[in-house]
């Protein structure tokens, strides 16, 4: 008897707690601050503790929700709308003859764009559509992305320029961009600042080449990696080279052309590169790497579903959360100090 009524106490605290900071008109932040101290009292439970972390750091998204992402643009498609929730947010006015026919998304300073290997479609930040554009019947686009007021895709292994305000299209290079193995591949392309960086390839072989936008110059070419995961800056690319058990993360400085081996990582089941490091998942576990080989552990029981610029995508108790690996890093270091950590 009790133990019943010591439980029913608990129970009652964190209900009590729960239903005051939870209508309590502070920030998500503020809210999780006030959770750390309640769990260190014992009137809150470590579960509930995590939800309050994710809620503070994270952009939430229902899991009823269809998220369609890339390494650029996370896009919610619910019902007949479809919105840009990450890296901005903007709901678009689709015409029936885009919708469910989306392969390709991205967005620039001015622009966003939608497309898939027959056309792309241009809006404004307003989400109205501004300008379209059809390839020919007998050729196709295998990959997007968009800067100022230009639309950048590749076809038959070559780059184009397509200016939205004057309707013209034009090779960016010379240069022909073929994959390692030409008859089934993906392609992918990332614009930051002037450069504008392509991978095309498939079942770990890939080759990353990186163009200057501005000059309308090849910085480097077919630079080889073993997976379709990288990271891009303006001054580098960090791909993952070597064979099952035997990865290791490369950096490519393009305006140097340099190249250096970071660290080897052996096995695992996945990994998702930001420009500032990365994590890796080893079956339920994940772990947080900086570019030094320095670790932290993820105490969370939770997932990730991808990657987004330099956020990632986790899953926690059926919801998606877009949280900035910088902020997830610099938080869960925290959290570790405060909650997970024995005190001495």
Not at 51 to 65: C, D, S, V
Not at 196 to 201: D, H, N, V, W
Request: charged content about 25%; hydrophobic content about 40%; proline content about 3%.
């Amino acid at each position: 008897m009790k133990l019943f009524f010591k439980a029913a106490k608990k129970f009652i605290y964190i209900f009590l707690f729960l239903l005051i900071i939870l209508s309590c008109g502070k920030s998500p932040v503020e809210k999780y601050q006030k959770a750390i101290e309640a769990f260190q009292e014992g009137t809150l439970d470590r579960v509930s503790l995590e939800r309050f972390f994710f809620k503070a750091f994270g952009i939430e998204k229902p899991g009823a929700e269809t998220l369609f992402f890339n390494k650029r643009v996370i896009l919610n498609s619910s019902g007949e709308a479809i919105e840009i929730v990450f890296p901005e947010k903007a709901k678009l006015k689709i015409e029936n003859s885009i919708k469910g026919n989306i392969e390709y998304a991205d967005t620039g300073k001015e622009i966003i764009v939608l497309g898939n290997k027959a056309s792309f479609y241009i809006f404004n930040k307003e989400g109205e559509l501004i300008a379209s554009h059809k390839v020919n019947e007998k050729e196709k686009i295998d990959a997007i992305a968009a800067s100022g007021k230009s639309v950048f895709y590749l076809m038959n292994y070559e780059v184009y320029s397509y200016n939205w305000e004057t309707g013209e299209a034009a090779r960016l290079v010379e240069d022909t961009f073929p994959p390692p193995y030409k008859i089934y591949f993906k392609a992918d392309m990332i614009v930051q600042g002037d450069y504008l960086a392509l991978i095309t390839g498939i079942a770990g072989s890939y080759y990353i080449s990186i163009i200057n936008t501005d000059t309308a110059s090849v910085k480097m070419k077919n630079i080889a990696a073993s997976s379709f995961e990288f990271a891009f800056t303006e001054d580098e690319v960090i791909c993952i080279k070597g064979s099952s058990g035997k990865w290791s993360l490369n950096r490519y400085e393009y305006k140097l052309k340099n190249r250096e081996k970071l660290t080897p990582i052996g096995k695992l089941s996945g990994i998702f590169l930001t420009q500032h490091g990365y994590i890796v998942q080893e079956g339920e576990d994940l772990t947080i790497y900086d570019f030094h080989n320095n670790s932290l552990d993820v105490p969370f029981n939770c997932s990730i579903s991808g990657r987004s610029r330099n956020s990632l995508i986790f899953r926690f108790e059926n919801n998606n959360y877009i949280i900035d690996f910088d902020d997830f890093k610099r938080e869960v270091s925290e959290f570790n100090r405060k909650v997970t950590a024995p005190e001495i």
